[in-house]
């Protein structure tokens, strides 16, 4: 079959794409996505997403190579494989970053990329729920929920727990400044998650000129000596192609777009060679600078209820559930992580460098292979978490066989910066000064992990060391910028020394933004699409 545009995944930025460019109806888009269809009751309801955390029919259950940063453990870090995408199964925070992060994108050589040419984008995607303003939108296609109505009274001790601890409320960190603690806006409509593919994919596959094609594993880009042409996938075991007469376009993610261009051939030289893959080009940036957020939690047992005393009995799940289903309310519409907020662990830094979450939950109990967010402890309990916001550990990624169903090697090299190391143990730090105030401390009956026995800094770090993970954001395994041998595509999202071949996904993001990645992926997708559109 011949199209203009084929779209390699049907994730935050492939959604927001396949509607774009099949817009005005004069282009014919094809999307391939490897994972199934989104219309599952788990990706639905919110509170879901722990059903899918291990669900390999939704998930691509990525493990990493043993981290030496993280006490050599392996790092699980799951990534949708359905229609979404990641925004399928993600927590569903809206976060855009800070203003300076784009600035720093467009002084890295990538014109066009600063705050104030993608702040429109930001707004043109957005339907926030509390009207617009100079830096939030309405009426676009993504809707971002309230939900201060919904979530649990103890986020309010969080909130004054934080001002004692000397940060400020802030009602909007997507405003003029994201500093401060306040609570988190998701992606949710009427208590039903509003994944890129509920916003952008679902209204426009009514159009003649976008086809969708799910369960579809995109195995290569097929070339015609440097110009991309089309792709080979596989669908049902049987092997297709699909030409494009305009432009391939890869969305994949920060995992599967390196991996999809290093099986065709674009990739490190010494990676590719050995593995009988023919180099079509020797790119050695594809699938470097892997950048991530890593968090850690503290966890608390509670004098006072928690969400846990509402869903850990059998009749409180029933309640939750029976609220949820007549009234689409309750905790069931809401992600885990109500509060936050953002804010600097020195006074001498000149913006924040650090992520915080509250959740009125706990899971110490949870058994291996489990997140079951709708059976948490079974005592109150709730916890406090950090994520620095702009790590510089850098690692990679590799695919290790040509094989396309084999997953690649992924080495995150977490930790690996005494910069990293100390900006962690600021953060948990903040944990115990937080949990130290009048409001916090009057609600703790005990410090479950790390456990008031780990005070030193030695052992503040080991323990570090040996609980923390991904806040799952990968980012910048095909990084944009103007030097072909440190990146991947230029600013308008082409990559290097090839013809008709784009990547317009977070792998492309020059260093991570500070906080959630969906929005700003999403973003990505927006403006890319313009690029795009503008050279046809």
């Not at 788990?42 to 990525?62: A, L, T």
């Not at 490190?268 to 968090?295: C, M, T, W």
């Not at 929005?519 to 890319?528: D, L, Y």
Request: charged residues 20%.
């Amino acid at each position: 079959m011949d199209y203009d545009y084929i779209i390699i995944g049907a994730g935050s930025a492939g959604c927001v794409l396949a509607n774009r460019l099949s817009e005005n109806g004069r282009y014919r888009v094809l999307v391939l996505e490897a994972g199934g269809s989104d219309r599952r009751f788990w990706i639905q309801m919110p509170i879901g997403y722990g059903k899918s955390f291990y669900d390999k029919s939704v998930n691509w259950m990525y493990r990493t190579n043993p981290d030496p940063g993280l006490a050599n453990r392996e790092g699980y870090w799951p990534r949708g494989k359905v229609i979404g995408g990641s925004s399928s199964i993600n927590a569903m925070v809206y976060i855009r970053g800070q203003a300076e992060d784009f600035d720093t994108w467009k002084e890295l050589g990538n014109p066009g990329w600063g705050w104030q040419d993608v702040l429109p984008y930001f707004k043109k995607s957005e339907d926030n729920a509390r009207g617009a303003d100079q830096w939030r939108g309405t009426g676009g296609p993504l809707h971002v929920a309230d939900v201060s109505e919904h979530v649990h009274p103890l986020n309010q001790v969080y909130i004054d727990a934080a001002h004692e601890a000397g940060l400020r409320r802030n009602d909007d960190f997507n405003g003029e400044s994201q500093e401060g603690v306040g609570l988190y806006q998701i992606t949710t409509r009427n208590g039903i998650r509003m994944s890129a593919a509920r916003a952008f994919l679902h209204p426009a596959m009514t159009r003649v000129n976008l086809r969708v094609e799910s369960k579809a594993h995109t195995t290569r880009i097929l070339f015609e000596g440097r110009k991309a042409i089309g792709v080979e996938y596989r669908k049902n075991g049987q092997l297709h192609q699909a030409h494009a007469g305009r432009e391939v376009i890869l969305s994949a993610g920060s995992i599967n777009s390196p991996q999809l261009l290093q099986l065709s051939g674009i990739g490190p030289a010494e990676v590719l060679k050995p593995l009988g893959i023919e180099v079509l080009q020797d790119s050695p940036a594809v699938g470097r600078n892997l950048q991530d957020h890593l968090g850690v939690d503290h966890l608390y047992r509670a004098r006072k209820p928690t969400l846990n005393n509402e869903l850990h009995p059998w009749h409180g799940k029933l309640w939750a559930g029976m609220k949820y289903l007549l009234l689409r309310r309750g905790p069931l519409c809401l992600s885990v992580n109500q509060g936050g907020g953002f804010f600097r662990t020195r006074p001498d830094i000149e913006r924040p460098n650090m992520q915080l979450y509250f959740s009125p939950v706990s899971y110490i109990k949870a058994p291996p292979g489990k997140r079951p967010l709708m059976s948490p402890d079974p005592y109150p309990g709730f916890l406090l978490g950090i994520s620095p916001c702009r790590p510089t550990s850098r690692g990679y990624l590799q695919i290790r066989a040509s094989d396309p169903t084999v997953y690649p090697e992924i080495h995150p090299n977490s930790l690996s910066t005494n910069h990293d190391v100390q900006e962690m143990l600021e953060g948990v730090r903040f944990l115990r000064k937080l949990a130290a105030t009048a409001s916090l401390s009057a609600l703790i009956e005990e410090e479950l992990q790390p456990g008031t026995g780990v005070e030193s800094d030695e052992a503040m770090i080991e323990d570090i060391r040996q609980r923390s993970s991904t806040v799952f954001h990968p980012v910048s395994t095909c990084r944009m910028g103007s030097n072909p041998t440190q990146n991947v595509v230029d600013h308008r999202l082409k990559v290097h020394g090839l013809q008709n071949l784009r990547v317009i996904d977070a792998s492309v993001f020059p260093s991570v933004t500070s906080g959630n990645t969906n929005a700003p992926t999403i973003m990505v997708g927006e403006k890319g699409a313009d690029l795009v559109l503008e050279d046809a």
